[in-house]
């Protein structure tokens, strides 16, 4: 019987980890009834747990799910055993809330953390059998029961092989994605608008222009200088002159 019982469990978690990306260490989500369950029928969890799973796993609960166990003297011993888990965070810190309410919204309506909920609470079982890809444990006749996938993750893995529906670890790639590109729900691409700056005006565009008349009359003067040459003098005696007879006085 113990035999036969693994094997279908095996198969289940097998059945979580390729449709659901559940992956070791496994986190149980673990609440008060649990505990008092295990308390009643000598089941250490700490060790039986990773046995009947076959892998590592991580016990945690919630602050709600302590805070009720504190107002309830009658389950004071269920306390110090859930006192030992992992504490996770919740919405409600501040205002606690029961359990079983606490517990549903831990599952933010795709259990992205992929918890496995060990509970004896039949309204939150009923609540989580509505959620795809939640894995359910409890205790039955003093032994560890992981349940069988709910008809609600069946029909989730189905309709996801058809092509109607995608996983949440795709859904979440995809959201990622969008992000990334800057696309919104709505398909539109929402960049950054850039601001335009005020830039001062260019310095050399402020200078006046120079008129073409001005430019053109250097250029001109400048060109008449270098063509213009220097005469050359007569040097006083050298040159021909006309010839003068002397006089003769009478």
Known sequence: MKIRRQKQAKKT?????????FREPFQILIDGTFCQAALKNKIQIKEQMP?????????????????????????????LILQRYQVR????????????????????????????????DQEV?????????????????????????????VNHVQAVALGEM?????QQSINSLKEVQGIGQDGERRGKKR??????PNPLSCLKKKKKKQTQLLK???EKKKRSRRRKRSKPGGGEGPSLKPTLNP
């Open 13 to 21: 978690i097998n059945f979580y980890k390729h449709n659901f990306s």
């Open 51 to 79: 046995k009947y799973l076959m892998g590592e796993v991580q016990l945690c609960t919630t602050n709600c799910a302590l805070k009720e166990l504190e107002s309830l003297k009658d389950l004071y011993g269920a306390k």
């Open 89 to 120: 965070n919740c919405k409600h810190f501040k205002n606690p809330v029961s359990a079983s309410e606490c517990l549903l919204s831990m599952m933010e309506g795709t259990n992205p953390h992929h918890y496995i909920v060990a509970t004896q």
């Open 125 to 153: 079982t009923s609540g989580l059998k509505k959620i795809p890809g939640v894995p359910l444990l409890y205790i039955i006749l003093n032994t560890i029961v992981l349940d069988k996938p709910s008809p609600c993750s």
């Open 166 to 170: 995608v996983t949440p670890a795709q």
């Open 195 to 200: 601001k335009m700056k005020i830039s001062n």
């Open 220 to 222: 001109t003067e400048g």
